[in-house]
């Protein structure tokens, strides 16, 4: 079994910058992609950024030059810096595990932490 731990988030002026982060444990046997996905009220989830283990990353356009992925393969962390956040931003942000346990592949999710951007 594969545990997400999200922290970080909170409330922000616009303009201003949050980071969140996400410690995957449990039976891991490796990591593949990781990412962070977000959910605003009456919308669907969307893909923010993911990052491979090879550190290659993929962001929404919505992000681009203001969001920054990265992640430790040692502490099986992924961390989201984001800057010159705008409100809508505001959003659910969750962060997705993929990768292989003891015995199968999992695709693990954590339980959501809020992101607001408001003056």
């Known amino acids: 079994q594969v545990h997400i731990v999200e922290s970080g988030g909170g409330l922000v002026q616009p303009g201003g910058s949050l980071s969140v982060s996400c410690a995957a444990s449990?039976?891991?046997?490796?990591?593949?992609?990781m990412g962070w996905y977000r959910q605003a009220p009456g919308k669907q989830r969307e893909l923010v950024a993911t990052i491979t283990s090879g550190g290659s990353t993929n962001y929404a356009d919505s992000v681009k030059g203001r969001f920054t992925i990265s992640r430790d393969n040692a502490k099986n962390t992924v961390s989201l810096q984001m800057d010159s956040l705008k409100p809508e931003d505001t959003a659910v942000y969750y962060c997705?595990?993929?990768?292989?346990?003891?015995?199968?592949?999992?695709?693990?999710w954590g339980q959501g932490t809020q992101v607001t951007v408001s003056s």
């Open positions: 449990g039976s891991i046997f490796r990591l593949y992609t």
């Open positions: 997705n595990v993929r990768g292989l346990g003891v015995r199968e592949g999992f695709d693990s």
